[in-house]
């Protein structure tokens, strides 16, 4: 065996934490910068109109299909940092490209196609290599400090995202006051490009731990047989796909319904993300002090019962209503509570109902089924969006926004998702 690839000591598995650190810091900046207000205002600025982006923006949820065939390749890999590496460059190349799209002499319809065919290759480019990621992130830290850990990655990461998403808001207000929003996106593409390299050169820095294997490539069709005999892991992936149901129908229209809705500018969206952020940041360490103690499926109980709440107060917030700011506001607070919890709760959760053996066949499932599943509830939502979208709905005689109504059902459909995991998981290991 090489010296790259020799059994990582202690001190190696710290630096190991510590650049999984940054990568996540530069990972989810990127995303944040390429995804939900900033894409949608991109989109926009292209002539996307609502429908449109409530079907480009969950494109990624749609990629993740492609982790059915993860398995077939990844568990006859004893390394994996390679291709991990690989895949996460031209996901991040792709999208760093985006920018060049509206300035191409087509028609607005063909960029439109354009862009969503791009950042559909690029989705599938970091899907297929996720599960190798959470299989080799895991192998750094020792299960009795996961939860303090991963608690306090959260925290790191989302402080170094919001602090440059909050930075690169205010640039783009000032350039769409100047009249020239496409300056203000070749100024986020750029740094998207910068934060790549960093991104690329964190994970060159990592020293692998070699993982189980099997130097027989599996059949396709034991990646779709396997998971059905394993009745924890079935308990697991219903919920899982509950869950990918109640956000998905809605995810993509909560950036859009500030935008178009309720004309917010990127700078009042970014503070209400920075309050998120700030929430997000308290509550990791709390999140991960109780998975500690009460194990992932309580904490993750929890945090779906919050965002549920969350998803209940952007029903309350439309035009018009005095208390509108105040219903942002509380609604970003529980998202960002929520969501602190639920990151890391959902990824280690994992860990808990799949077997060690061949464990990227169940991720790669999981993640590839429940994902397609999402996109069709993604779909529906902006079927609904479509259809309704310029019909006046009324409750009581308050006007009511489509958007508003598939909010209330996310939040339904949570709590539900709440409630199984309450009654069929909770006692997993009784």
């Known amino acids: 065996m090489s010296d790259a690839y020799r059994m990582p000591d202690e001190r190696d598995l710290e630096r190991n934490r510590l650049l999984c650190i940054i990568e996540g810091a530069t990972a989810r900046t990127i995303f944040n910068l390429t995804t939900s207000a900033f894409l949608v205002g991109l989109l926009k600025a292209m002539g996307a109109d609502d429908t449109v982006c409530g079907y480009i923006v969950p494109i990624p949820v749609l990629a993740a299909g492609i982790q059915f065939l993860s398995p077939i390749t990844l568990e006859s890999l004893k390394f994996r940092k390679g291709i991990i590496m690989a895949g996460s460059l031209i996901h991040r190349l792709l999208l760093s490209s985006l920018i060049v799209i509206p ?24 899907a297929f290599i996720t599960p190798a990621v959470s299989n080799m992130y895991v192998s750094f830290v020792p299960q009795h400090i996961r939860g303090k850990y991963f608690g306090t990655r959260e925290s790191y990461i989302l402080l170094s995202a919001t602090v440059f998403t909050l930075i690169l808001g205010k640039v783009l207000d000032l350039f769409e006051e ?8 070749m100024v986020v593409y750029a740094v998207v490009f910068v934060l790549t390299i960093v991104n690329f050169l964190s994970y060159a820095r990592m020293k692998e731990v070699p993982l189980q294997h099997h130097k027989d490539r599996m059949r396709i069709t034991e990646i779709f047989t396997l998971p059905f005999k394993n009745r924890l892991f079935v308990r697991y992936f219903i919920m899982l796909a509950i869950w990918n149901i109640a956000i998905q129908v809605a995810s993509a229209y909560f950036s859009v319904y500030l935008v178009s809705d309720l004309d917010m500018s990127y ?8 309050l998120n952020s700030v929430l997000y940041v308290i509550a990791a360490g709390i999140w991960g002090r109780l998975a500690d103690n009460k194990g992932w499926t309580v904490t993750t109980m929890a945090c779906f019962s919050v965002l549920a709440v969350c998803h209940t107060l952007w029903f ?8 509108l700011m105040v219903m942002l506001v509380l609604a970003h607070i529980t998202g960002g509570i929520a969501w602190s919890g639920i990151n890391i709760s959902l990824f280690n959760l994992q860990f808990d109902f799949t077997p060690d053996e061949k464990r990227t066949v169940y991720i790669g499932f999981s993640a590839a089924a429940s994902g397609i599943i999402g996109y069709v509830a993604a779909i529906i939502g902006s ?4 259809l309704f979208g310029e019909t006046d709905l009324t409750i009581g005689g308050t006007p009511i926004d489509i958007k508003q109504i598939l909010f209330i059902i996310s939040a339904v459909l949570i709590f539900v998702c709440a409630a199984y995991i309450y009654i069929f998981m909770r006692k997993k290991n009784d």
């Open 103 to 126: 300035f191409l002499p087509l028609r607005p319809s063909a960029r439109l196609w354009l862009t969503a065919a791009v950042f559909l290759i690029s989705h599938l480019s970091v």
């Open 178 to 185: 100047a009249g020239n929003e496409l300056g203000g996106y």
């Open 267 to 274: 700078t009042v969206i970014t503070l209400l993300s920075l």
């Open 316 to 323: 309350f917030s439309f035009q018009g209503s005095p208390l």
């Open 383 to 386: 079927q609904l969006v479509k």
